[in-house]
C-alpha cells in the first residue's frame, strides 16, 4: 500500500474542513521547556542555525505566507495540529 500526502511542514495552511477544529485551545508548553539544557546533547541546546542552502550550493525557496493567518504561538500550533488532522485522516 502507498499513500501519498501533502507534507506537514511551514506554513502550516490546513484544509477547509479542519478550521474550526481546537478553536479557542491554548498551547500549554511542557514543565520541561524551561529546563537548564546545558550539558545536554546537542539537539537539545540552542545552537547557531546552519546555512543549508549554502552547504547544499542551491537556492533556498522563497518563504510561503501563512495568507493572514495568526502568526503567535497559539494560531501556529493550532494550525500544526489542523494540518496532522488532515494526515490522520488519510491513513485512517
Same mark, same amino acid.
Given at each position: 500500500?502507498?499513500?501519498?500526502?501533502?507534507?506537514?511542514?511551514?506554513?502550516?495552511?490546513?484544509?477547509?474542513?479542519?478550521?474550526?477544529?481546537?478553536?479557542?485551545?491554548?498551547?500549554?508548553?511542557?514543565? $520541561? *521547556?524551561?529546563?537548564?539544557?546545558?550539558?545536554?546533547?546537542?539537539?537539545?541546546?540552542?545552537?547557531?542555525?546552519?546555512?543549508?542552502?549554502?552547504?547544499?550550493?542551491?537556492?533556498?525557496?522563497?518563504?510561503? $505566507?501563512?495568507?493572514?493567518?495568526? *502568526?503567535?504561538?497559539? $494560531?501556529?500550533?493550532?494550525?500544526?495540529?489542523?494540518?496532522?488532522?488532515?494526515?490522520?485522516?488519510?491513513?485512517?
Amino acid at each position: 500500500m502507498k499513500g501519498n500526502l501533502k507534507a506537514a511542514h511551514t506554513p502550516y495552511l490546513p484544509a477547509k474542513r479542519f478550521e474550526s477544529l481546537y478553536a479557542g485551545a491554548k498551547y500549554v508548553p511542557p514543565p $520541561s *521547556a524551561d529546563e537548564d539544557l546545558s550539558g545536554k546533547p546537542v539537539l537539545r541546546r540552542a545552537v547557531e542555525p546552519a546555512d543549508w542552502a549554502a552547504l547544499e550550493g542551491v537556492a533556498p525557496e522563497p518563504p510561503e $505566507s501563512r495568507r493572514g493567518r495568526g *502568526a503567535d504561538r497559539d $494560531s501556529v500550533v493550532r494550525d500544526q495540529l489542523r494540518t496532522l488532522a488532515a494526515v490522520d485522516e488519510g491513513v485512517g
